[in-house]
């Protein structure tokens, strides 16, 4: 695992101002724009994201998260997510640093939306790899529970080396569970079933929603109920899958989920 950098500033201050530098900005430029951005809210009554627009992305980008300290909303993040997306590997350092500051330094209502904004547009995105591991060597780990507990489609690989060491403080426990919940019921969840079978034995899980998934997840199979099964034609002689078969069946327990290389057992018989 590669060294820790130093913490992120907090939004807005002195040090904030001098890093704001490094993506070709000043402080009074941007104050600025997002003076005339609220002056545009107070006008209409409300601040409305969608009917803004702003200069070059890092300009976007800079005004998109002050403002987001004072209307913490993913309303905001996903435009930032788009400069994010549109900018060069300085600018998108930059942003995943605002994430870890707002992550660290709060406060809760906008802690709280960059988790939700991590959770959808970065972690389920080709680059979650790259933005965990940026940000799990930007934090603390006294505050890794909002980064861990959205962490679910993160690939395993990138995110197992977290869990354990979180594993090892009870004060990240709620936050790892519901990170290992979110490997195995989230719609792009990831995860090593076995490696975290031993990670669920290691932590204390209070919340009985919580340990009751986590239980079904690591020590019972996926119950299903067949719909209908279609039989592939294998007259094709440049078929390769001898005995293929598409299957519709119907999730029995309230909860679903499927991990890579899972098997299907159907009267005693292993298919997969």
């Known amino acids: 695992m590669a060294e820790p950098t130093s913490p992120p500033p907090r939004i ?5 101002d001098r890093e704001l530098a490094g993506i070709g900005l000043n402080r009074l430029s ?13 006008v209409h009554a409300e601040f409305d994201p969608h009917a803004l627009d702003f200069g070059t992305d890092a300009e976007a980008a800079a ?13 905001i993040l996903m435009y930032l997510r788009m400069c994010w997306s549109n900018g060069d590997h300085v600018l998108q350092d930059w942003i995943v640093r605002q ?3 707002m992550l660290v330094h709060g406060p809760g209502p906008v802690a709280e939306s960059a988790e939700y ?13 790259q933005v965990f591991t940026a940000l799990t060597l930007q934090m603390p780990r006294s505050h890794w529970d909002r980064l861990i507990s959205g962490a ?20 990240l426990h709620p936050a790892l569970a519901k990170g290992l919940a979110g490997s ?20 204390t899980v209070a919340d009985e929603d919580l340990l009751e998934a986590l239980t079904e997840a690591v020590t019972q199979p996926l119950r299903l109920r067949t719909g209908s099964a279609v039989i592939v034609d294998e007259s094709d002689p440049g078929w390769p899958h001898e005995g293929s078969f598409l299957l519709r069946a119907v999730v029995r327990s309230p909860r679903s989920r499927w991990v890579g290389r899972s098997e ?5 018989q292993m298919y997969g």
Request: glycine fraction near 8%; proline fraction near 5%.
């Open 12 to 16: 807005g201050t002195p040090r904030w």
């Open 30 to 42: 941007v104050d600025t724009d997002v003076g005339l951005a609220l002056e545009f809210a107070d």
């Open 99 to 101: 994430f870890a500051a």
């Open 63 to 75: 005004i998109w998260v002050l403002l987001h300290q004072r209307f913490p909303s993913y309303g």
């Open 152 to 171: 679910g489609p993160v690939p395993w690989e990138a995110k197992h080396h977290v869990f354990q060491e979180a594993a090892e403080d009870p004060a």
């Open 264 to 268: 299907l057992v159907a009267d005693g």
């Open 184 to 203: 195995f019921y989230d719609v792009y969840g990831q995860v090593d079933a076995v490696e975290a079978a031993a990670l669920v034995e290691r932590i």
């Open 117 to 129: 904004g991590l959770w959808v547009d970065y972690f389920e995105s080709s680059e979650a790899a």
